[in-house]
């Protein structure tokens, strides 16, 4: 893992790249993503892998519109879940397409690297297509709370851009590296992931699935705090 840049401004908490990088394309999101991405079919891969169980506790980290947090609720009823994004206007769209639902979630507005629940308090983190929006001060920061969000033995499940199988993929991330950045996408194409989870202090960090895309080769891994 090569050393991570330094600037002369570290992000804040507050900072934040959207989920299309400018704020009028949030709403255009969630149609963007079903029709060229496959959304739904990687989301529910990454639900499945995080084996949740009846009364389980979920974090959906950076929820954004809330897709995968509904796709949580929808599936695990017993489970109680929360969405976590600092964007209050894709918390909006994820609301609304719970409430549309009849699906009990609650949305928070906060930071991945700072975020505003107490240690200790979920079985289960999921985060989907939030780490590529963070530079690697902030991923190590976002990877070190969600361990201490988990308890012990309580798993975190990530689906984000890895390093690209091939020289297509690695030409198809080009546009999202153009979009969300060179900086924060560096770490995800270079296949640093594994390692930052490490560094955080978790065990059993496997990457579990690698699928091309027309973004690029989007990555799940799995990782366990220990007991
Ligand atoms: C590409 S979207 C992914 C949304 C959703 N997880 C999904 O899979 O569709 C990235 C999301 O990360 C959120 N985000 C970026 N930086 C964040 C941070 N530091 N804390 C919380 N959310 C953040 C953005 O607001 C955006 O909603």
Redesign the pocket.
């Known amino acids: 893992m090569t050393p991570a840049p330094h600037g002369p401004h570290e992000?804040s908490?507050e900072?934040?790249?959207?989920?299309?990088r400018f704020r009028v394309l949030?709403r255009a999101?969630?149609a963007l993503?079903s029709v060229t991405l496959d959304?739904a079919r990687h989301?529910r891969a990454l639900i499945e892998q995080a084996a949740i169980a009846p009364g389980h506790a979920v974090l959906?980290?950076?929820?954004?519109?809330?897709?995968?947090?509904r796709l949580i609720k929808g599936a695990h009823a017993d489970a109680s879940v929360t969405g976590?994004?600092?964007?209050p206007e894709?918390l909006g769209i994820a609301r609304h397409k719970a409430a549309d639902a009849g699906l009990d979630i609650t949305f928070v507005q906060?930071?991945?690297?700072a975020?505003p629940f107490e240690p200790a308090s979920f079985d289960r983190v999921l985060?989907?297509?939030?780490l590529?929006?963070?530079v690697r001060e902030?991923k190590q920061r976002?990877l070190a709370a969600a361990w201490s969000l988990l308890r012990r033995d309580g798993e975190l499940h990530v689906?984000d851009w890895g390093r690209p199988l091939d020289l297509l993929m690695k030409l198809a991330s080009l546009p999202v590296r153009l979009l969300?950045g060179f900086a924060p996408t560096r770490d995800n194409v270079e296949g640093n992931l594994p390692a930052l989870l490490r560094e955080a202090g978790f065990v059993d960090v496997a990457e579990t699935r690698s699928a091309r895309t027309l973004y690029g080769t989007l990555t799940h891994l799995r990782a366990r705090r220990p007991a």
């Open positions: 992000p908490d900072y934040f790249i959207p989920a299309l949030t999101y969630d993503l959304e989301k959906d980290l950076g929820c954004g519109t809330g897709t995968l947090t976590l994004d600092l964007d894709a906060g930071s991945a690297t975020p985060t989907s297509l939030v590529h929006h963070l902030q976002a689906a969300d």
